[in-house]
Protein backbone atom coordinates (compact mmCIF):
# COMPACT_ATOMS: atom_id res chain seq x y z
CA UNK A 1 0.00 0.00 0.00
CA UNK A 2 1.30 3.53 -0.78
CA UNK A 3 0.18 6.76 0.90
CA UNK A 4 1.10 10.55 -0.63
CA UNK A 5 0.23 13.40 1.78
CA UNK A 6 0.36 16.77 -0.37
CA UNK A 7 1.06 19.80 1.77
CA UNK A 8 2.02 23.30 0.36
CA UNK A 9 -1.02 24.62 -0.78
CA UNK A 10 -3.23 28.00 0.77
CA UNK A 11 -4.32 31.16 -0.48
CA UNK A 12 -2.24 33.59 -2.16
CA UNK A 13 -2.25 36.63 -4.30
CA UNK A 14 -2.37 36.75 -8.18
CA UNK A 15 1.17 37.01 -9.18
CA UNK A 16 2.53 34.93 -6.36
CA UNK A 17 3.74 31.44 -5.73
CA UNK A 18 3.22 28.38 -4.04
CA UNK A 19 5.47 25.39 -3.60
CA UNK A 20 3.58 22.14 -3.28
CA UNK A 21 5.10 18.87 -1.92
CA UNK A 22 4.32 14.86 -2.12
CA UNK A 23 5.59 12.49 0.03
CA UNK A 24 5.18 8.90 -0.75
CA UNK A 25 5.41 6.34 1.86
CA UNK A 26 4.76 2.50 2.42
CA UNK A 27 5.31 -0.26 -0.40
CA UNK A 28 7.09 2.08 -2.79
CA UNK A 29 9.44 -0.88 -4.43
CA UNK A 30 9.17 1.57 -7.73
CA UNK A 31 7.38 4.04 -9.47
CA UNK A 32 6.48 4.67 -13.32
CA UNK A 33 5.97 8.55 -12.83
CA UNK A 34 4.58 10.97 -10.43
CA UNK A 35 2.65 13.74 -11.23
CA UNK A 36 -0.10 16.56 -10.46
CA UNK A 37 -3.94 16.83 -11.34
CA UNK A 38 -6.27 19.48 -10.08
CA UNK A 39 -9.94 19.46 -9.84
CA UNK A 40 -11.88 22.98 -10.60
CA UNK A 41 -14.62 24.30 -9.02
CA UNK A 42 -16.56 22.62 -11.64
CA UNK A 43 -15.55 19.06 -10.76
CA UNK A 44 -12.91 18.57 -13.80
CA UNK A 45 -9.62 16.86 -13.13
CA UNK A 46 -7.01 17.80 -15.27
CA UNK A 47 -3.63 17.25 -15.62
CA UNK A 48 -1.52 19.92 -14.53
CA UNK A 49 2.45 18.50 -14.76
CA UNK A 50 4.04 15.00 -14.23
CA UNK A 51 7.62 13.46 -14.31
CA UNK A 52 8.52 10.03 -15.43
CA UNK A 53 11.27 8.03 -13.52
CA UNK A 54 13.49 8.46 -15.71
CA UNK A 55 12.70 12.47 -15.29
CA UNK A 56 11.02 13.60 -18.73
CA UNK A 57 8.52 15.97 -17.75
CA UNK A 58 5.06 16.84 -19.34
CA UNK A 59 2.75 20.17 -18.59
CA UNK A 60 -1.00 21.16 -19.33
CA UNK A 61 -0.50 24.15 -21.86
CA UNK A 62 -2.16 26.94 -19.44
CA UNK A 63 0.86 26.19 -16.61
CA UNK A 64 3.91 26.01 -19.38
CA UNK A 65 6.48 27.98 -18.38
CA UNK A 66 5.32 28.88 -15.17
CA UNK A 67 4.77 25.87 -13.23
CA UNK A 68 7.86 23.67 -12.41
CA UNK A 69 8.07 19.99 -11.87
CA UNK A 70 10.35 18.08 -9.97
CA UNK A 71 11.01 15.04 -7.08
CA UNK A 72 13.81 13.35 -5.39
CA UNK A 73 13.74 9.88 -6.18
CA UNK A 74 15.70 9.54 -3.12
CA UNK A 75 13.34 10.70 -0.49
CA UNK A 76 10.63 9.88 -3.00
CA UNK A 77 9.30 13.28 -2.90
CA UNK A 78 7.26 15.38 -5.42
CA UNK A 79 7.27 18.78 -5.93
CA UNK A 80 5.39 21.63 -7.88
CA UNK A 81 7.16 25.43 -7.95
CA UNK A 82 3.62 27.68 -9.08
CA UNK A 83 5.30 31.05 -9.91
CA UNK A 84 2.74 33.66 -11.54
CA UNK A 85 -0.15 31.84 -10.01
CA UNK A 86 -3.85 33.46 -11.81
CA UNK A 87 -7.17 32.95 -10.20
CA UNK A 88 -7.93 30.18 -12.71
CA UNK A 89 -5.25 28.37 -11.31
CA UNK A 90 -7.34 28.02 -7.81
CA UNK A 91 -8.84 24.53 -7.42
CA UNK A 92 -7.91 20.98 -5.45
CA UNK A 93 -4.61 19.64 -6.24
CA UNK A 94 -4.13 16.05 -6.34
CA UNK A 95 -0.69 13.88 -5.74
CA UNK A 96 -0.72 11.05 -8.25
CA UNK A 97 1.52 7.87 -8.38
CA UNK A 98 1.68 5.15 -11.12
CA UNK A 99 3.32 2.06 -10.41
CA UNK A 100 4.70 0.06 -13.86
CA UNK A 101 1.67 -2.54 -13.38
CA UNK A 102 -0.19 1.15 -14.39
CA UNK A 103 -1.86 0.81 -10.69
CA UNK A 104 -2.34 4.66 -9.34
CA UNK A 105 -2.31 6.00 -6.34
CA UNK A 106 -3.76 9.53 -5.51
CA UNK A 107 -3.09 11.69 -2.13
CA UNK A 108 -6.16 13.26 -0.22
CA UNK A 109 -5.41 16.97 -2.26
CA UNK A 110 -4.62 20.18 -1.33
CA UNK A 111 -6.14 23.73 -1.88
CA UNK A 112 -4.74 26.33 -3.89
CA UNK A 113 -6.67 29.64 -3.87
CA UNK A 114 -5.58 32.72 -6.20
CA UNK A 115 -7.19 35.69 -5.20
CA UNK A 116 -7.51 38.44 -7.89
Known amino acids: QVQLMESGGGLVQAGGSLRLSCAASGSVSSINSMGWYRQTPENQRELVAS???????NYADSVKGRFTVSSNNAKRTLYLQMNSLKPEDTAVYFCHLMTPSHFNYWGQGTQVTVSS
Open 51 to 57: ISNSGST
